[in-house]
């Protein structure tokens, strides 16, 4: 008995599923991470057809500088997973590989999508040596994964604008912040002169008392008379006797004199 | 690459610091303040320049997006 039909073919795609998860063809250390955007891309696919023009349209409307190397397969029939296998390994093979291989199709019947589900095919593609968009992220449609391989151009220049925007007032918040800081300094400069200056006035000043304290002039002008003997200042009634001749200073002038009499206290 | 003599902000903006540090010291004398004094002035006014500058670059470069 042959088995035929849709409930069938899903089983068996099931099936070979857990055969190969079982081998750990599926497993996460194999994935690579695919390149966002990726710099080149193999196109696996019918020319011509829907899946071919829609991908190339979104590819191109979302972002530029993408190489696509086309590989033309029939993507149903007999025929078709042994060719999906050449084109995967011929792109594999490249002296460029691609970032990402992109293994698709329009949609189809279970049936006709049974050459996608082809444990040969389904082990190349786990095999690849680029990351694998067809195995890690199924996507509904070829242009849907023109959208998962490429970001939005337009979305991506706005986003830069607003990091242009963010850099420019970030960096005026530090010129205002160095101008704070600067007038800061000229103010502690102001201070540090005008500190400068109070210390250096009260120094003068206290040296000026100081002078004023030993002058003797004002003592002079009090009363106190300086007394000398052979220009030497007496210190001391024993420096004298009776008879000796002395000079008094005064605040207005000099006198002489003689001693007459000594007396110690 | 020779660039011509570009403007030390960093360094100027330490002598700056320096200066007003040294004239804090309150044993420093009259001469050696007014002379750190002017020096002082001096380099703050040229970092206001290089600011003021800086902040008119700016401003350019976010109204070209505007």
Redesign the interface.
């Known amino acids: 008995v042959q088995p035929v039909g849709e409930g069938t073919i899903r089983k068996a795609a099931d099936l070979l599923q857990a055969k190969l998860a079982a081998e750990g063809l599926f497993d996460a250390e194999r994935k690579r991470p695919v390149p966002y955007p990726p710099r080149r891309v193999a196109l696996i696919t019918a020319a011509g057809s829907a899946a071919y023009a829609d991908f190339i349209k979104i590819l191109n409307v979302r972002w530029r500088g993408v190489t696509v190397d086309h590989y033309d397969v029939l993507v149903q029939g007999e025929q078709a997973p042994a060719q999906i296998v050449a084109a995967i390994t011929a792109a594999n093979a490249g002296a460029e590989p691609p970032d990402v291989l992109v293994v698709t199709r329009g949609g189809g019947s279970a049936e006709d999508i049974a050459a996608f589900s082809h444990e040969q095919v389904t082990r190349a593609v786990a095999l690849s040596r680029p990351a694998e968009l067809a195995a890690d992220q199924r996507a509904s449609t070829p242009s849907n994964v023109a959208e998962l391989l490429t970001p939005d151009r337009k979305v991506v220049l706005r986003q830069l604008t607003e990091l242009r925007q963010e850099l420019g007032e970030d960096l005026l918040a530090i010129v205002d912040d160095r101008k704070i800081w600067l007038n800061q300094q000229l103010t502690e400069l102001n201070r540090g002169l005008k500190v400068s200056f109070e210390t250096t006035r009260f120094r003068v000043h206290t040296m000026r008392q100081l002078l004023e304290a030993y002058n003797p002039t004002a003592a002079l002008q009090r009363g106190y008379a300086l007394v000398r003997a052979d220009g030497r200042v007496i210190k001391s009634v024993t420096s004298l006797q009776v008879g000796r001749e002395v000079e008094l200073q005064l605040s207005d002038g000099t006198a002489a004199a003689t001693i007459t009499k000594t007396e110690e206290l | 690459v020779a660039k011509k003599s570009e403007f030390d902000y960093r360094r100027k ?1 330490q002598e ?2 320096d ?2 540090s040294k ?2 010291n ?1 044993e ?3 001469d050696e ?2 002379k ?2 002017a020096a ?2 001096k380099l ?1 006014d040229e ?2 320049v290089y ?1 003021n500058q ?2 008119i670059e ?2 350019k ?2 109204a070209k ?2």
């Open positions: 903006s700056l610091e200066i007003v004239l804090q309150p420093i004398q009259i303040a007014t750190l004094h002082g002035l703050i970092l206001e600011l800086a902040e700016v401003k470069h976010i997006d505007s």
